[in-house]
């Protein structure tokens, strides 16, 4: 990282940050009674709000009220000598203009890109020397097709279309990302001028439509139908159709069989990373150093970063106007416009002062969809996990398949929806879908020499158990237990690699990281929670009811991921409403 750090403040306290993080975090500068602008939580995309407004000459300070940055692309040391991406552990989704406006490889940003990237091998028995079979995807096509044909010669030569079919479909919604959705309270509430003004959002709706072209209701039909319906109709083989099926009801209290489970999937494979589409990557020293970079960047222009630093409430003067915030202490810290990067909910009904805000908009955010299915475990582990389908190496080195996303208990979607089925009946999976990855792989930084760290983003799990049974560490350790099993079947020997495990279920992901029900994306992505409805219908383009306060988190649009469009789009929306107010 820059070694500048001009304007960067950080609270001190009992929970100091580890050597490998706080070369950057020394306390600078100290807390003012005023800024232009403040927002809530350094989350990666209130920090990407912070760093573009404090670019554009916004006096900036952002309020965090954990001891480390990063909200949930942050870098743990939960185990000593282990480095965990304790929550979003991938790379691909942050928006290509981002990197290079925020100049994060200069402030630090080192990436490992994955090839091969996905993994899915089969519990099955071997046959003589014969070893079980197994799915291995990456960017080579031809040696993609030779992986698909073990299973269907078919489904092999159908692949290449189909990913050119999502290619196109996610180049068309691409343009939606980087701009406010259109701007439906203009179009009916507000003046003939604004009207006027408003007709540009339109744009990036008909950029899209013109890319679709006469091929827009097959292109419906993936963003409406069941994922399990789009993927029968372009092939046969379950253990291919399962492992594409796993991105699109991952961190969704879906089933492949679900309506509207094609976006997720779309969702998952929008991103790219140097200029590769749709590939996947680990950031060297965990996610946390994604943060950092981009915090680096709005401190090196002045912006002012406070941890262990919470927002009890939003000031609001007795017009109706925004004037900063109160924090926990009791202080208060004045600002012309407040942003926010937590949830809805928590922005909304717990931050904000009720009398300000309308009945039916309060109504809508307490109903937003927040189920989440995840419990993600970090494993810290003495050696790699060795897979009968694709043994390790004499020496314990990283294979190809061990830097992929390891798909398990994937090889059928039926074995998919009966475990979304447990979880609607509030029972965790029997046989929970896992994917396993193992950063370390490629990043040796994060582990000691040897060791690995191993993460572990399972489904189904529901926030609330049936029978009366809340999760304790007892059924916390049940389930990990099970899910320690599952993975045991595919590669003898993991459970005594284990070193020590952090386990987070949907409680804790609330808990911890302010994730509303454990949802990763704050609230689900499901079409009636997207684009000018997210988080509610009239209310999409990150202000709200209250003048002066802007939703700048993953319950805005675009929606969830590492991305930082929302925080990117939210600081323009700002800044465009300050320069308004000049005279």
């Not at 096509?141 to 030569?157: G, L, P, R, T």
């Not at 890319?211 to 963003?223: K, R, S």
């Not at 609330?510 to 000018?532: K, S, V």
Request: proline share 7%.
């Amino acid at each position: 990282m820059a070694a500048s750090g001009r304007g960067l403040s950080r609270a001190t306290g009992a929970f100091p940050l580890p050597a490998w993080s706080r070369a950057h975090w020394e306390a600078r500068g100290r807390l003012k009674p005023e800024y232009d602008a403040v927002v809530i939580g350094a989350g990666h995309n209130g920090l990407v709000a912070a760093a573009y407004l404090q670019r554009l000459g916004v006096n900036t300070a952002v309020f965090e009220r954990r001891h480390v940055i990063g909200g949930a692309a942050v870098t743990e040391e939960i185990i000593p000598g282990f480095k965990f991406s304790r929550a979003s552990y991938l790379l691909s989704l942050l928006r290509p203009q981002i990197y290079t406006d925020l100049e994060l490889k200069k402030h630090g940003l080192r990436i490992h890109l994955r090839n091969p990237y996905s993994f899915t091998p089969m519990l099955e028995e071997g046959t003589g020397s014969r070893l079980p079979r197994s799915l291995l995807l990456g960017t080579d096509m031809a040696e993609n097709q030779k992986q698909i044909a073990q299973f269907s010669e078919e489904d092999a030569q159908a692949f290449p279309k189909y990913e050119a079919f999502m290619n196109r479909l996610a180049s068309a919604i691409d343009p939606l990302l980087d701009a406010a959705p259109v701007d439906m309270e203009a179009f009916q509430r507000g003046s003939l001028l604004q009207r006027l003004k408003s007709l540009s959002t339109l744009k990036p709706l008909l950029q899209a439509g013109r890319i679709l072209g006469a091929q827009l209701p097959q292109y419906y039909q993936v963003l409406t139908a069941p994922i399990a319906k789009v993927l029968d109709q372009w092939f046969e083989s379950e253990p291919l159709k399962a492992t594409l099926a796993t991105d699109a009801v991952i961190g969704a209290m879906t089933s492949p069989h679900t309506p509207g489970s094609g976006y997720v999937l779309l969702h998952h494979v929008m991103g790219g990373l140097e200029g590769l589409q749709g590939a996947w990557g680990y950031v060297q020293g965990g996610m946390g150093a994604l943060s950092d970079a981009i915090a680096s960047s709005a401190a090196a222009h002045g912006a002012s970063i406070f941890t262990e630093k919470t927002v009890a409430k939003v000031h609001v003067s007795s017009g109706g106007n925004v004037q900063g915030v109160v924090l926990q202490d009791g202080s208060e810290v004045r600002s012309k416009v407040v942003l926010s990067n937590a949830s809805p909910q928590i922005t909304f009904l717990k931050l904000t002062p009720q009398e300000w805000l309308p009945e039916e908009f309060v109504e809508r955010i307490s109903q937003l969809d927040t189920q989440s299915p995840v419990t993600k475990i970090n494993v810290a582990v003495d050696r790699l996990p060795n897979f009968l389908a694709a043994p390790s190496a004499p020496r314990g080195q990283p294979l190809p398949h061990h830097q992929c996303s390891i798909h398990l208990n994937c090889e059928d979607t039926l074995l998919l929806h009966q475990a979304f089925a447990d979880a609607m009946g509030g029972w965790p999976s029997r046989r929970p879908m896992i994917e396993l990855c193992i950063p370390s792989s490629l990043d040796p930084t994060v582990a000691p020499p040897g060791c690995h760290v191993v993460s572990l983003f399972t489904q189904y799990t529901p926030y609330t158990l049936a029978g009366g049974k809340v999760w304790d560490e007892q059924e916390k350790n049940a389930y990990a237990d099970k899910v320690f099993d599952c993975i045991e079947a595919y590669a003898p020997g993991f459970k005594g690699s284990v070193v020590g495990r952090d386990i987070l279920t949907p409680p804790d992901l609330e808990r911890i990281f302010g994730l509303p029900g454990g949802n990763i994306f704050h609230c689900a992505m499901a079409l009636d929670q997207l684009y000018f409805a997210r988080p509610v219908p009239l209310h999409s383009s990150y202000c709200c009811p209250l003048r002066g306060l802007y939703l700048c988190g993953s319950g805005a649009h675009p929606g969830g991921g590492v991305m930082g469009a929302a925080g990117r789009n939210a600081a323009h929306v700002v800044f465009r409403a300050l320069k308004s107010r000049l005279p």
